[in-house]
């Protein structure tokens, strides 16, 4: 019997064992070295020497990284914000309120086209619309409305734009999230409610939030570390500009490291984001670790 | 007083969930609503709850017309199946939710689900979640919560199909107790005829989506509507035989295919001038006295099944193309193991019907004595 559990055992990590060699080898090792790179002067010169804590300090006196600290800070709650009100608001309106599922369906079909179409595209396409000339469509609306000028939005609202692209993004993972949290809540504690002379905005008070409440930490986290670390939307459309008014702390590691050549300092800056999502992802096991002890 | 008049429900694609609905009962009686699953009682429970909208028909609560109110202007407490307590709650607050959505204070909200809970004896679990309790325990903080709002009308639905046997009496022990010291006009929806029977003054028997008979329990037992009740109440089922009715020179006969007995003067008028019409039988299984040899107008029994309940001795057996269950009453001139041993020669026992049976119309079902 037990012979038999071991040789079970060893058949799956024999048939683990390929994405463990791949994971090993494309992902820990450069995260490896990119700890390692952390402590070098490593430029496009390509020599590995170490200067201890340089890397770090060079963070510190850089008059631009409370700027962009505070950029992210920003950046990151305003979007996670909004993100997980408008998760709340879709999810309750196409669950709760829409109870015709398949309508609500549609909906949230139409929310998921942000998060289907790549990362490019979708930029390009923001570009596009908020071209600075008169074609620009944005611009077109707003002559039409009664502006004299064409503006460039991208130059004059950087942070608006970035956000706003960003959420769009971001809300159909969540919405989905809560949609079926909100189903699994039993009927009879909505009847039960309104028997007792809940009204609709009470029920949504006592009885949904609260029900929601893991998965709302949850969501806020998980999507915190999607937010800090990914910068592709940002890259691409604003680049970090104008200056740095939408440089954020993973974006300022990749301009440090391929723009500027400053591989050493580029990877010093990415350490320490990826202690801070190591934090966060302690949070989330233990937020995880709780909920299922609730639940039991 | 409630008044159920004409309560019609149709849900999509046209299914009729309720006809014709009328029920008429007093302040402070208990009533049920009993039958199958996909009877239609708990949609007539969640009718005159508010949380399903009839199609026509209209319910009043004394002389208010409540059949468009919300279910919040009805003045109603309801226990549900699963209990539904609010899970990220406190007992107490659970208890006390009904009074926080009507803006009374705190302190007062809590004096008040104290003192429900108290009557309910659950004062010591105030402090706790709903998950950390039994289920007996999440039953009787289901009733403080629907009854603290000292409600107008209480409605139950199947509050007890969750819980096992032994509890299920204690609580509904519990449930008559505390509905008759508040003197509540309550509703309950139940599928289990012993539940009703015990709890309820009156009992509503309902079958696709209609009201078969709605009276005491006394009456649906000895005196079923028609075959669905009869087929519905009583334990062990009431016994169905075939039979016709036949004249002859002015005596009315039941004639079967193995027997012939003579109605009994009470039912021979009720019985008149429907010579000829097919019937069926239905007798309880103590509504007759078993003979271990024939005798006039007794039917043959061929034994298939002897039972020792403890209590009663009970025996099964073909009377005609029917099973006939039969408790061996008291006065019975054998013993245990003289049918025992009959049954096992493959032998018979002769049944000679008491008066107090009933006669159904083998076609409509309808009780004929009635």
Known sequence: MKQNMRQKNMQAYLFLSPFLVFITVLYILPAILTVIMAFTSLDSAFIWKFNGINNFRKILMDPNTPIIAWNTVKYVGITIFLTVVLDLFFAIMTTYFIRDERKGNIFKSILMIPMITPGVVYSVLWLWLLEATPNGLANKVYMALGGSEPLNWIAQYPFVIIIAATLLTSIAYGTTVFSSAVKSIPENQFRAARVDGAGEWEIVRNIILPNLRFHITFIALWETLGLLTNYVTIMLITNGGPGVQTEVWALSAYHKAFSDSQYGYGAAISLVLIVVVMVLMLVIGAVMHHQEKSRS | ?370
């Open chain 2, 1 to 370: 007083m409630i008044r159920i008049e004409n309560l019609r429900k149709e849900f999509d694609k046209g299914v009729v969930a309720l006809d014709s609905i009328n029920l008429t009962f007093d302040e402070g009686s208990f009533i049920a609503l009993l039958g199958p699953s996909g009877c239609g009682k708990t949609t007539t429970l969640n009718c005159i709850a508010g949380l399903l909208e009839p199609t026509s028909g209209s319910i009043y609560f004394d002389d208010r017309d409540v059949t468009n109110l919300a279910p919040k202007d009805r003045n109603i407490g309801m226990v549900f199946q699963s209990y539904a307590l609010y899970p990220h709650m406190k007992v107490i607050d659970n208890i006390a939710f009904s009074l926080k959505q009507k803006g009374m204070p705190k302190a007062e909200r809590h004096e008040k689900a104290r003192q429900m809970a108290r009557k309910l004896q659950i004062e010591h679990l105030l402090d706790r979640m709903p998950g950390e309790l039994s289920g007996g325990q999440q039953q009787r903080v289901s009733m403080a919560r629907a009854l603290v709002k000292e409600p107008q009308v209480l409605l139950l639905d199947e509050p007890m199909s969750n819980l096992d046997a032994r509890l299920k009496i204690e609580i509904r022990d519990e449930i008559r107790r505390i509905q008759q010291d508040l003197g509540v006009t309550s509703i309950i929806v139940t599928h289990d005829q012993e539940e009703a029977m015990a709890m309820a003054d009156k009992i509503a028997i309902l079958d696709n989506g209609r009201i078969q008979q709605f009276d005491t329990p006394e009456m649906l037992y000895h005196k079923p509507a028609n075959l669905f009740v009869a087929h519905f109440m009583g334990n062990p089922p009431m016994n169905f035989i075939d039979a016709s009715v036949e004249e002859e020179d002015g005596t009315l006969w039941l004639r079967g295919g193995s027997f012939r007995v003579k109605a009994p003067a009470a039912m021979a008028e009720k019985l008149a001038g429907k010579a000829g019409q097919a019937v069926v039988i239905g007798v309880r299984s103590h509504q007759m006295n078993v003979l271990l040899a024939p005798a006039e107008e007794t039917m043959e029994l061929h034994l298939s099944l002897v039972e020792n309940l403890g209590k009663d001795i009970m025996i099964s057996g073909d009377l005609d193309d029917a099973l006939v269950r039969v408790t061996i009453p008291a006065n019975f001139e054998g013993s245990y193991e003289q049918l025992r041993e009959l049954r096992r020669q493959g032998g018979s026992v002769y049944l000679k019907l008491h008066e107090d049976y009933n006669i159904f119309d083998r076609e409509s079902g309808v009780n004929l004595l009635i």
